[in-house]
């Protein structure tokens, strides 16, 4: 069985996945990771940068050259199943990878994240060898037909709230199409994808089909996107990441595919049931267990008025339930932030929302506040669940994504007045509508400027479905059929018959 990681003086180490090898940055330089929970380093990761990039890319190129490119589909397709059954083998050990890593609860990452990942790369197996072309009747004089063909090596970066997930969305989109991949995961983040990397081989993955380097973004990941020999860069991330990216890759000119940041509204209309939108819009949608550290947090909770204080007093009794505590625990209600930068930010929004003059309903407590002194987890990042009121969708902390348990609350009078707040802000990622009356959920569902709404429910994913946003939330989708298309690029064949 392939070993994951090493340890080495009582630390794991983790390893790049390069043409085949597992190896350390070529500069022999590493990255500690350090555990959310704990704030002690607890792995470390090699610090790749452009080196690594160019021989990762090559390896990529020569693969998708030879034999990737060679494999009849249905054998891609039978490689992608095998892998899925290999990360069913190891889920237990990437799971609790992935926890220590990040702070994501162990609950989420062994009953959410690796069931996904195996189902996902079985979806993928199963579109692999079902792609096909159009013909196009344009005169009996001609045939002519479209190829769906892949476009050669994409690159793909990812956020370190959700790896292995994110990560699973699009390498078995982008190689069920066919194409070779070089992966940078988050620097704080990396170790569940570069265990899982190194997989491909024991699945039987020809060398270079899959390749994997830690390092900084500003480093590895620059490198990705300005190289030449990458024919499309695919990114979960940041806005201000998408926006570097762009530029980067300008003058290699390559397709870009963006899933990026929200300020998601989510809707309690008088009608609703009011028992399930409290849980919706807190345990399901920003006092979550991974802390509200998820791009569709419902972090603006917009309230019909004449529910408006009736809605407080069910929100503050659910929240006031959550205790931010040990992830690797069952009964953990809340687990960490998952970087030591991420947390400051939270703290420094949340101090920025009371001088902005908002009323903290509950929370606002951090770090020692919540634990016994002596607490292993007292130098761990936690926040507790905070709640602001008496702000108007003005303010700062109601139009800047905060990634952490931290929201807004704020009253609305009419159908009218929600969609309005709703619809002002710079992201569109997703809404949550939460009413029993069906025309206003359908009206509502068209009208917002999203790419997902849920109604009467929130924060459901599923790899069958498209997922991304749309304004400063991205462009391009992952998941779901559709979205092998833009991993694909055509071809229009003309023969003459006459
Ligand atoms: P981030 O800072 O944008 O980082 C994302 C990835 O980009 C990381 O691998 C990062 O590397 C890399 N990166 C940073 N600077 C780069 C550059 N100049 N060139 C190339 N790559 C670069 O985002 P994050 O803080 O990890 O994740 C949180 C963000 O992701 C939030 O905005 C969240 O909403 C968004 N997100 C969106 C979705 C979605 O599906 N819409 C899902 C999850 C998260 P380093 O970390 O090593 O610097
Ligand atoms: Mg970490």
Redesign the pocket.
Known sequence: MAELSEQHGGVARFFNLIGGEKRPARSSEWLDSVDPATGKVWARIPAGDAADIDEAVDAARRAFRGPWRKMPAMQRAALLRRFAELIAVHAGELARIETHDNGKPLTDTTAGDLPAVTQMFHYWAGAADKIGGETVEISPASLNYIRREPIGVVGI??????PIS?FAAKAGAALAAGNTIVV???????CSVLAAAQLFAEAGFPPGVVNVVG????A???A??AHPGVGKIT????????R??TR?SADAIKPLSF????KSANIVFADADLDAAAIGVTTMAVFTSVAG????AGSRILVQDKIYDEMVARIGNIARGIRPGDPMDKACGMGPIALDR?FSKVKDYIALGRSEGGEVLFGGNSGPALFDSGSPFANGYFVEPTLFAGLTNDARICRE?I?GPVACIMPFHDEEEALSIANDSTYG?ACGLWTNDLKRAHRMAAEVEVGAVWVNTYRKIHWALP???VKD??YGR?SGLESLRGYQQTKAVWIELG
Do not use: M, Y
């Open positions: 970066v990812i956020p370190w709230n959700s994110v940078k995961p988050a620097e704080t983040a990396s390092g900084l973004g500003t590895a990941g620059d990705l996107s990114l979960t991330g940041s806005t201000a990441t998408a570097a990216i980067r899933e990026l940041g929200g550290q998820s791009c569709i991420q994504e990634f990622l997922f991304g946003g939330s991205g992952d």
